[in-house]
């Protein structure tokens, strides 16, 4: 078993940051890959993010390359995502999710999802 939290989330401007952390307990935390995922209101939960579990590979969904990033730190199992020049768009619930199949893009292959933060971002 695996139990992540997220936290970070809240009301920005659109052009404005922010950063999301998401602390896993249980379960040896570097043996996992991690995701982040989003889901705004009547659309379908989309990828945001994975990064496998020592920090080498890294994929980004096509709507936030170049605005975000995700990194790890394994000493204090926690993934983060930071969140640059955020859009108006970006608003969703956002949720971390660990994968022991490896790094992977599709949300059926992460067996242990957190509750989700909000994330808003006002024009």
């Known amino acids: 078993q695996v139990q992540l939290v997220e936290s970070g989330g809240g009301l920005v401007q659109a052009g404005g940051s922010l950063r999301l952390s998401c602390a896993a307990s249980?379960?040896?935390?570097?043996?996992?890959?991690m995701g982040w995922f989003r889901q705004a209101p009547g659309k379908e939960r989309e990828f945001v993010a994975t990064i496998n579990w020592n920090g080498n590979s890294i994929y980004y969904g096509d709507s936030v390359k170049g605005r975000f990033t995700i990194s790890r730190d394994n000493a204090k199992n926690t993934v983060y995502l930071q969140m640059n020049s955020l859009k108006p768009e970006d608003t969703a619930v956002y949720y971390c999710?660990?994968?022991?199949?490896?790094?992977?893009?599709?949300?059926?292959?992460?067996?242990?999802w957190g509750q989700g933060t909000q994330v808003t971002v006002s024009s």
């Open positions: 249980g379960r040896t935390f570097s043996g996992y890959a």
């Open positions: 999710a660990a994968a022991n199949s490896g790094i992977t893009v599709r949300s059926t292959d992460y067996g242990y």
